[in-house]
C-alpha cells in the first residue's frame, strides 16, 4: 500500500511551547490530508480536513487558532499544536487517500505528544 | 444517530473461533468501504477494501449490502494476532470528499 511518514513519532515539551507535527505522503500525492487525534481507549476523532493550496477545514468544536494547519504541498502537510497545555496530550495521527478508484486512506504511523 | 455505527465489543472468541463484524452506515450517497485495524497505542492500518459483490482474503471476508447500508467482515479461524480493534470506514463524496470512522470494535482472541 502507500506510505505515510508523521515526524517526530513521539514529543514532550513544556506547557506553553508549540509542537509542530509534520506529514507526508512518500510515493504519491494527496491534494487532502486528515489529521486525528486518539486519547486512550477512545475511537479516532477527526481534527481537520487539510487542502493543499487552500485554508482547512476544521470539525466543530476544534479550535483553529491552536491547532494550525499549513498544507505546503502534494507531500507535506503540517500541524502545529500552540501554546500546549497537559490537555493537549495525545496520539497525533494523519492520513491521506489514494487518488484511486476507492480512494483509500493511509494513515501515518502517529505521533505521541505529552505535554508536561 | 452517528454517520457510522459499529458494535463496540469486546468480543472474546477462542483460536480458532469464526467471528463477524457488523456495521451499519447512514448515508446512502456513500460510494467506498472498507475495514481496518488497529493495535494498541499504533495507527489504523488498511485490511480490506469491500466491494459490492463482496470479497475474500484468506480468511477475511467481507460483504456489503447498498440497500440496507450495512458490511459485514468475517474472520474464520480466528489466531491470538487477530486480536485488535476493527474500524469500518465509509467514503461519501457529498458537498466534498469525506472519510468517515466508526468506533470501532475490539477482538480478543484467548489461547
Known amino acids: 500500500g502507500a506510505v505515510v511518514s508523521q515526524h517526530p513519532s513521539w514529543v514532550i515539551c513544556k506547557s506553553g511551547t508549540s509542537v509542530k507535527i509534520e506529514c507526508r505522503s512518500l510515493d504519491f500525492q494527496a491534494t487532502t490530508m486528515f489529521w486525528y487525534r486518539q486519547f486512550p481507549k477512545q475511537s479516532l476523532m477527526l481534527m481537520a480536513t487539510s487542502n493543499e493550496g487552500s485554508k482547512a477545514t476544521y470539525e466543530q468544536g476544534v479550535e483553529k487558532d491552536k491547532f494550525l494547519i499549513n498544507h505546503a504541498s502534494l507531500t507535506l502537510s503540517t500541524l502545529t499544536v500552540t501554546s500546549a497545555h497537559p490537555e493537549d496530550s495525545s496520539f497525533y495521527i494523519c492520513?491521506?487517500?489514494?487518488?484511486?478508484?476507492?480512494?483509500?486512506?493511509?494513515f501515518g504511523p502517529g505521533t505521541r505528544l505529552t505535554v508536561l | 444517530r452517528k454517520e457510522v455505527e459499529q458494535d463496540p465489543g469486546p468480543f472474546n472468541v477462542p483460536e480458532g473461533a469464526t467471528v463477524a463484524f457488523n456495521c451499519t452506515y447512514s448515508n446512502s450517497a456513500s460510494q467506498s468501504f472498507f475495514w481496518y485495524r488497529q493495535d494498541c497505542r499504533k495507527e489504523p492500518k488498511l485490511l480490506m477494501s469491500v466491494y459490492s459483490s463482496g470479497n475474500e482474503d484468506g480468511r477475511f471476508t467481507a460483504q456489503l449490502n447498498r440497500a440496507s447500508q450495512y458490511i459485514s467482515l468475517l474472520i474464520r479461524d480466528s489466531k491470538l494476532s487477530d486480536s485488535a480493534t476493527y474500524l469500518c470506514?465509509?467514503?461519501?463524496?457529498?458537498?466534498?470528499?469525506?472519510?468517515?470512522f466508526g468506533a470501532g470494535t475490539r477482538l480478543f482472541v484467548k489461547a
Open positions: 492520513s491521506a487517500p489514494t487518488s484511486g478508484r476507492y480512494n483509500e486512506q493511509f
Open positions: 470506514v465509509v467514503n461519501t463524496y457529498t458537498g466534498g470528499f469525506k472519510t468517515i
